[in-house]
């Protein structure tokens, strides 16, 4: 794993890291404690974890499966899924939980931008980074998340690091010393691409603000829906 950059003012900000590797030995290594998966399977990062992540949380594959098919196919709406552990975690190192993330290719993004075309809608990607961020240091008291692509395969644009890193500096900017790093994993992002969306961020730095949107969260057992509307 790769340190890229630290964020924030002195040696307490978050650090950015990057690692062309699936999510196993990370974290057996410690190095993580929860997960922002984009919901498309297949040859993808959810595929390629799904079983670690099924083990980390003691939740069926098919049942992961199912949820991510769900909101990537037929959701209209901007839904995070968020599944907790279903093992004690108190101060025992392991996945916390997971955040099943719609992404470009997901069927809610389809109101927003013709998926695969253009420019990333940055608004989209910045509140799904915000709040899965967010719901994972508060709710599973998470300080080291990791993040796969939310791009369609193979079309992963800088835009989309940019919104990531955006999120993560205006959720420590409100909450100091809530995350201590974020990890891109590697698959159709690389190196090149988040080193470019740092530059952005620092280039646009003062000019954004974070806005709050309507969250609205339906439970379901360990299983919490975070529908996002702005």
């Known amino acids: ?5 630290h964020r924030g003012s002195g040696e307490g900000g978050p650090s ?3 690692v062309q590797a699936g999510l196993t030995g ?3 290594g410690g190095c993580v404690d929860s997960y922002v998966v984009s919901t498309e399977d297949g040859f993808s990062p959810l595929g390629r974890d799904r079983l670690t992540i099924s083990r980390e ?11 991510a098919a769900w909101n990537h196919f037929e959701n209209r709406r901007v839904t995070a899924i968020a599944i907790s552990s279903r093992w004690p975690r108190d101060g025992v190192p392991g996945l916390r939980g ?4 719609p992404a470009e290719s997901s069927e809610c993004y389809r109101q927003f931008a013709e998926p695969y075309f253009g420019k990333p809608y940055r608004d989209f990607y910045y509140n799904v980074t915000y709040e899965s961020l967010f719901f994972a240091t508060s ?11 939310l791009s369609a ?5 800088r835009d989309v690091a940019a919104c990531n890193i955006e999120a993560l500096d205006h959720l420590c900017d409100s909450r100091p010393g809530t995350v201590g790093s974020l990890t891109f994993l590697g698959c159709c992002i690389d190196e090149s691409h988040v080193r470019s969306g740092i530059e952005t961020v620092d280039a646009e730095k003062g ?8 969250v609205q969260a339906e439970q379901n057992g360990q299983i919490t829906l975070l529908h996002l509307q702005w």
């Not at 939740?59 to 949820?67: A, F």
């Not at 709710?139 to 692509?149: C, M, Q, T, V």
């Open 98 to 101: 997971v955040i099943l993330a």
């Open 26 to 28: 990370l974290v057996r």
């Open 57 to 67: 949380l003691g939740v069926p594959e098919e049942e992961i499966k199912q949820l």
């Open 139 to 149: 709710r599973w008291g998470s300080r080291l998340p990791a993040l796969s692509h």
């Open 1 to 5: 794993m790769k340190t890229i950059a």
């Open 153 to 157: 395969s193979g079309r992963f644009h």
């Open 16 to 18: 950015i890291c990057f």
């Open 207 to 214: 000019t954004s603000v974070h806005r709050p949107i309507t």
